[in-house]
């Protein structure tokens, strides 16, 4: 049910007035979410600097747009095609007057998300149709708004979190050695479906053997062996907001050098944990992490991005692993932000991680969903 | 598991040179399947225009990568953002020699796919920091290849179609008034796994009642109404192939209008699939569709883009509905394409869809899986 939030969409008419923008461009999922309370596929709305949002919608869905707002205006059109042609129409009537043939710097400029979800054509294309405007990152409006969260965002995020713990719960009911990680991810998805769970924001990561030492993760179809080192990251959404829950669990007694890479992740999560205060940066956690590993001799296995934020994206500002310039964002109160983002991986040993989602405070990193930290099963 | 088709990589790089391509960069899962048999997530890889590929992996997974290659160079990285450097190393040994400051149209063109899961900023960053060469969309060589499939590929995605009529029938076995869509989705998603699906191309689509019209889809979790029209669609993968599968059902008996509305896609589906034989376009097959409406009423609802391709991508060249120009694309021999992709939606009555897979063959659409068109339950 659509339900105009404006509030929000005056604060971002501030911040949008202060970078200069004379709208933002909304394509994706959760920034329409942010505004509209909506979870609509492939939305097409703008927010115009001053004055209401215009939403543009498929023809045929007027009947059920129009039944639940009022004074926004809606866009319509008939053909997808027509959706760039209607976009161009709306910014003309916002731009008024803008002399064609400006400098790139000197075009009033349209603020857009470009992140995972917004494809690149579509970006060339938008230039291409819209010449008179220059296109831009959101980010400076969209980040400023959503880093910090209020506390129905954080109760949402939470239940997301437990879902991803109910996931977590059935895997280590399934988890031995012989079941394939695709039939594991599969009792794991109708757990967390049943639960409530949307569907995730990444695949469900089920890496076990060489393949614990992935950056990445997904599922194959390949039976999980004993003495496996297995790494699960989960990340159902719930009502769009997302979690982040990642165990690591050996199949069977771990050697002594898995015992101490588990030892050496659990003494970087705790310690990197305290340190969630208002103030602290990405770039000063890693410098923890970085010398925990130093200590123990895993020095060259270090990789930077321990923590990165999240609430209706996976990754939010700070996502150093992605915008290295993140890594200095300052910390504030209410921010959520995980930590155990990163892979500590050994050839040969194997690879370990443990994520949890903390809301910073003055006193550290708050966890919002406790959930076990054991590894033999 | 890593297995390099040479063949197909000889054919990419006789098509590089032709369309003056100094090398393909590889982001996507698809291509990377195309060429080296393994489904990574975010792989990256660099196909020079002629020579060997070359792969750029996380420093942790050379253990794992050298284990499956042999002659074929492995950069390693430490941190994601090196990613960006080591791809700029490479293409600077490509192209050594090419002179910084060229103009855009002289400047050595490195193909790269910017389709939906290609995000805008990595496109950004890469133009950034590789100013010696000239992105652009490396469609002219991946479509041309891609287009008709073989039948090791025919096989996949008819599996792929297979998944997603056993989903269908779960669909069928739990649909009645009363269910949400997102607990139907919860059954068909348990199903499909089972049966081997390794997620879906696009969230499963269940639109009830006003929704029905949505031109995209997704579940909510509001109970299905007494009455409704729903419709269903479902995209389940195998081995990387895409299927893609929607049938509408009514709740209840139809009335009038909406048995006509049902009577009308099945013309139009009927007709299509007679015509989809080598030389013919999506154009002309929505012509045929825009006289069926017109004929029966229906002329005013009818939107344009009832066929799109479909391979390790789930929509591939023809895909009129978000590239206009694709509607003229001559269909060829073992292309596959669907029929079915637009909703017949008129307000008040609801919106229907029924889509399947066919082979382009001299006589017309060969059916990859045969599924029932009943609609009432």
Redesign the interface.
């Known amino acids: 049910m659509i339900k105009i939030n404006n509030k929000r969409i005056k604060k971002a008419q501030e911040l949008m007035r202060k970078e200069g923008m004379i709208g933002l461009m909304i394509m994706n999922h959760d920034d329409f979410i942010y505004f509209f309370n909506d979870?609509?596929?492939?939305p097409r709305a703008i927010i115009p600097a001053s004055g209401p949002p215009v939403l543009i919608g498929?023809s045929?869905?007027?009947?059920?747009l129009k039944?639940q707002i009022n004074d926004t205006e809606i866009r319509l059109f008939?053909?997808?095609?027509e959706q760039i042609s209607n976009v161009r129409e709306v910014f003309k009537t916002i731009f008024e007057g803008a002399p064609p043939g400006l400098s790139h710097q000197d075009r009033p400029k349209v603020g857009m998300q470009?992140?995972?979800?917004?494809?690149?054509?579509?970006?060339?294309l938008f230039r291409k149709v819209n010449k008179q405007v220059e296109l831009v990152?959101s980010d400076s409006v969209m980040d400023e708004l959503r880093m910090t969260k209020d506390d129905a965002e954080i109760e949402k995020i939470q239940t997301a979190q437990s879902i991803a713990a109910k996931g977590m719960d059935t895997a280590k009911d399934f988890l031995k050695p012989g079941i394939t990680g695709?039939e594991l991810?599969?009792e794991i998805?109708?757990t967390m479906?049943?639960a409530?769970s949307?569907?995730t924001s990444t695949?469900i990561h089920i890496n076990s053997g060489?393949?614990s030492?992935?950056?990445?993760?997904?599922?194959?179809?390949d039976p999980i062996q004993e003495g496996d080192l297995v790494v699960i990251d989960l990340t159902p959404m719930f009502e769009g907001y997302c979690s982040n829950l990642a165990r690591t669990f050996i199949m069977g007694n771990p050697n002594k050098m898995q015992k101490k890479l588990f030892e050496v992740y659990l003494e970087i999560h705790e310690s990197t944990k305290k340190e969630l205060k208002p103030g602290n940066t990405v770039s000063n956690l890693d410098k923890l992490g970085k010398e925990i590993c130093l200590k123990h001799g895993f020095g060259d296995?270090h990789?930077?991005?321990i923590s990165h934020g999240i609430g209706l994206r996976f990754e939010e500002n700070p996502a150093s692993?992605?915008?290295?310039a993140h890594g200095k964002t300052k910390f504030q109160n209410n921010m959520t932000v995980t930590v155990g983002h990163t892979?500590l991986?050994?050839?040969?040993i194997g690879?370990v991680r443990f994520e949890d989602i903390y809301r910073i405070t003055n006193d550290g990193g708050e966890v919002l969903y406790n959930y076990p930290f054991d590894y033999i099963l």
Chains 1, 2 share one sequence.
Do not use: N
């Open positions: 979870l609509r596929v492939q498929f045929a869905e007027e009947e059920e039944g008939s053909h997808i095609g470009m992140w995972f979800h917004t494809p690149a054509f579509l970006v060339d990152p695709h991810a599969t998805t109708y479906m049943k409530g949307e569907g695949p060489k393949r030492c992935w950056i990445h993760g997904t599922t194959t179809k296995y990789i930077k991005g692993t992605i915008i290295p892979i991986a050994v050839p040969v690879g």
